[in-house]
């Protein structure tokens, strides 16, 4: 049985503390908090005790960094997507095909935010 325990991250609420710690149970790693209860009573004193706490045994802790890791990279890996392709991906409200920003009428059906009004897709040179 493990004795000593590792801090793998410490969450400003409970609510993010929870899901670190199910985040964990999937992957097999038990985890358990630190001034939860303080921090439940108090959240500006949870800030002055430093936030709830995530430890897990120091057995599993390498295991535990490499899942937060992969869930944090995740997030990093979807932000960046995001953050390089701004708006390319829009979605014509009509048919829900892609619509580039640059283009003023849906590719696919020719529909077109200007106003509701629709022009001859056809006629466009
Ligand atoms: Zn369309």
Redesign the pocket.
Known sequence: MADSFELVGQYPTLVIAELVKTTLAAAGIPAFFENAEVVQQDWMLGNAVGQVKVLVPTPFYEQAMQVLDECRLNREERLREKDEDPGAADR?L??D?E?PQDMDA?P????TYAGGELEPFDEDD
């Open positions: 014509c009509a048919c095909a619509f849906c696919t059906c020719g529909w």
